[in-house]
């Protein structure tokens, strides 16, 4: 079970910070996702973590997100700075025990509920 929360409201150029708390499963072996789906488009990737906290992401948010893990806490993050309002969505956290395309929803076991992110102008 994956559960997501720490969206909300905030100004273009401000920071917020998303937490993902896991259970039912060994979360340490397990690589974490970010994903999000904006108001009539498809879900995109936004960041992944490895188990050996190796860390990808998309090309959109480079440089502004930072994804990390607490394993200890079974706990991934995903801080985002600096957000524009084209980085409003609903935010998804998922879990892949093995991963093919990091990018590739289907590959991921487990999905959170979603968190909203609204960026305003």
């Known amino acids: 079970q994956l559960q997501a929360s720490g969206g909300g409201l905030v100004q273009a150029g401000g920071s917020l910070r998303l937490s993902c708390a896991a259970s039912?499963?060994?979360?340490?072996?397990?690589?974490m996702g970010w994903f999000r789906q904006a108001p009539g488009k498809e879900r995109e990737f936004v960041a992944t973590?490895?188990?050996?906290?190796?860390?990808y992401y998309a090309d959109s948010v480079k440089g502004r997100f930072t994804t990390s893990r607490d394993n200890a806490k079974n706990t991934v993050y995903l801080q985002m700075n600096s957000l524009k309002p084209e980085d409003t969505a609903v935010y998804y956290c998922?879990?892949?025990?093995?991963?093919?395309?990091?990018?590739?929803?289907?590959?991921?076991?487990?999905w959170g509920q979603g968190t909203l992110v609204t960026v305003s102008s």
């Open positions: 998922a879990a892949a025990r093995v991963l093919r395309d990091r990018a590739d929803a289907y590959d991921y076991n487990y």
């Open positions: 973590i490895n188990s050996s906290a190796r860390t």
């Open positions: 039912g499963f060994t979360f340490s072996i397990f690589n």
